[in-house]
Structures are given as C-alpha cells and as structure tokens.
C-alpha cells in the first residue's frame, strides 16, 4: 500500500501494561510524526523524527512514554506501565520535506491506533 | 506560544447551504497554514494548504480558503454542503522557523437533509 500504516488498530490492555504501536511511514518520507487524539479534543503532538537528527521528543507527556525510528522507516511508540488516562487515539504521521524544512510540507496520516486502557 | 482557535466545536448546516469553518492563528509570524478533515475511524486527509502564495487556496472537494493576515485568520469554506461533507476538520498551522505543526480543537460538521 502506498499510505501510512499504523498497527494495531484497536488494543485493549490493563491498567499497569507496556505497550507497543507500529508505524510504517510512506516510503522515502523522512518526517515522521506521532501525535495523540483524546475523545473530542485536538491532536496533541508527541514527537518528531526527521532523517538522522535527534527527535524532538518535547510533546512526550512523561518518561512512560518513549519512541525509536528505525532505520529511517518504521517506529515504535512505547508507553510503559499504562494508566487509564493513556486512552486515546495515537496517530502517526509522516511527510516528505521539498526545502529541507518539514513544516511546509501536509501530512499523510495513517488511520491511528485505538488504545484502551482498562 | 502559538495557538490555534476554530470557533465552534460543532456546526450544522442543510444540505446545498453555504459551509463556513473558523480558523484563527496567534502569531506575529506569517505562518503556514492547513485545513485537514477526518472521516470516522480513519486518520487526517489534507484539504488544502497555503504556504505564502496565493492568499485563496483552492482545495479538494470544492473547499477553499482565505489567508487574512490583518485577521490572522484562515478560514474554510465550500459553496453548497453535500452530505459527505459530514466529517471533523481541524485548521493547522506551522512556522517556517520551526518544527512543528499545532493543530486546533477541530470543529464537527453535520451536514442535515
């Protein structure tokens, strides 16, 4: 497939948990973006990958909360020891920067990832 | 900081009326600018986005929008509603400088027959 592909798209997991959300970015695109939808709200950034710079983890909201880019393609999101409000949707996205800057270029998301945490 | 205000977290309009979805940007900064929509379940579509040229954006779907920098607005708007216009859309932004993109709250369309 050619767009962004996000797994699992639903996990359910208790209270205390470490999880585990997968995404593979469109090939060739060296921006990738994790953000997090909580019902009715805005997307919440997370952190920011760009080719071989260090990310940009400063929207991680604590230190359960870690990401690693592999290769330059796919990433993981880990969330360690679950708590309930760690509910949301995750979103991954990624972008193909034309000037070398990645903010003047759209985002291609993926369909996200439901996290359940009971 | 920046930050990015949609008036109206929901909007109804009838189906072959005029849609109208507030954005407004906080910045001293010209910025660049993007209306996405997202359909149930799925993950975010752009619609259109304005990057300092034309100041009205022609998107998909027959949605366009106007950069107004002495009203640090950017809003979105379509002729005649259809039914599968039905969806959330939110308004982003970024900076030329920066890294990042701020998105806000979104505002839910429900488009009645």
């Known amino acids: 497939g050619a767009g962004v592909s996000q797994s699992p798209s639903n996990k359910v997991t208790e209270k205390g948990k470490d999880v585990e959300l997968r995404c593979d970015p469109i090939s060739g695109h060296t921006a990738l973006y994790w953000y997090r939808q909580s019902l009715g709200q805005g997307l919440e950034f997370l952190i920011y990958?760009?080719?071989?710079?260090?990310?940009?983890k400063s929207g991680l909201p604590s230190d359960r909360f870690s990401a690693e880019r592999t290769g330059g393609s796919v990433s993981t999101l880990t969330i360690q020891r679950t708590q309930q409000e760690d509910s949301a949707v995750y979103l991954c996205a990624s972008s193909y920067p034309r000037t070398g800057s990645a903010v003047d270029s759209p985002l291609h998301f993926g369909n996200g990832t439901r996290l359940t945490v009971t | 900081a920046q930050s990015v205000t949609q008036l109206g977290s929901h909007v109804s309009v009838s189906e072959g009326a005029l849609v109208l979805l507030r954005c407004n940007y906080s910045s001293s900064v010209p910025p660049y600018l993007f209306w996405y929509v997202q359909y149930p379940n799925q993950g975010l579509q752009l619609l259109l986005k304005y990057t300092s040229a034309a100041t009205l954006v022609k998107g998909i779907n027959g949605f366009e929008a106007e950069f107004k920098k002495s009203e640090t607005s950017f809003h979105l708007t379509k002729p005649s509603a259809h039914m599968s216009d039905a969806a959330e859309y939110f308004c982003?932004?970024?900076?030329?400088?920066?890294?990042?993109?701020?998105f806000g709250p979104g505002t839910r369309l429900s488009v009645l027959p």
């Open positions: 982003a932004v970024s900076y030329p400088a920066g890294q990042n993109f701020v």
């Open positions: 990958f760009q080719g071989n710079s260090a990310p940009d």
